[in-house]
């Protein structure tokens, strides 16, 4: 039997995943939560093999709580259930410890596949995620700038596009409003950007944020 944890902000979305895994005799919905600061509870509190979870949620987001799940977790599978698309987070989410990426468009069976595979240990690579890994082993020098961004960065700078302050910032990740201005200086640097504005264009001109 696969222990499946569901992390979505919609209601919606977790019964009707929980209606859909109850169809399947080796798949159990052993608990749910509804942000990053839930899921992480829940990861403590509930035995689970796999986790499904949504990356855009209020307060604290998938992308947050992912680092700190794999910290309390390292053999939990995660897999991402997003609304976006591949080519805009899936690399970097792998990277950071995602064992899957699915957008929330595909098959639902491509769902139970999912999870049947990164129960296993396994990750679950998409062949459009498989051909974005391959272009990037291809074109190293030609990589979207937030993809050059650490773990930490790549947070600080989402929350940044999205017009957060560094005392938001600092608050909701647990870290000083210094750590955050170092992290701020160090992403600019490395995306070759000037100011929050830009950050903001950068961010919806690649469709990171709505």
């Known amino acids: 039997m696969i222990k499946i944890g569901i992390v979505d902000d919609h209601s919606v979305v977790r019964s009707g995943l929980k209606q859909f895994f109850a169809d399947h005799v080796d798949l159990r919905v052993a608990g749910e939560a509804s942000n990053g600061r839930e899921a992480i509870d829940l990861v403590r509190n509930t035995e689970l093999d796999v986790l ?58 491509e769902i139970v596949n999912a999870v049947r595979t990164i129960s296993l240990g396994r990750r679950y690579i998409t062949p459009s995620v498989a051909e974005l890994l391959a272009q990037q082993l291809n074109r190293k020098d030609d990589v979207p700038a937030h993809e050059l961004l650490s773990e930490r960065e790549f947070q600080v700078f989402l929350k940044l596009a999205k017009g957060e302050t560094a005392g938001d910032i600092a608050k909701s990740l647990s870290l000083s409003v210094k750590t955050v201005s170092t992290y701020r200086t160090r992403l600019m640097e490395k995306m070759n950007l000037a100011s929050n504005s830009d950050l903001t264009y950068y961010a919806l001109k690649n469709k990171l944020i709505d």
């Open 52 to 109: 499904v979870m949504d990356l855009s949620m209020p307060g604290q987001t998938g992308i947050d709580a992912l680092g700190m799940i794999r910290a309390k977790a390292p053999d939990l599978g995660i897999l991402i259930l997003s609304g976006y698309p591949e080519e805009h987070y899936a690399m970097n989410l792998i990277r950071q410890g995602a064992s899957g990426y699915l957008n929330k468009d595909c098959d639902p069976m």
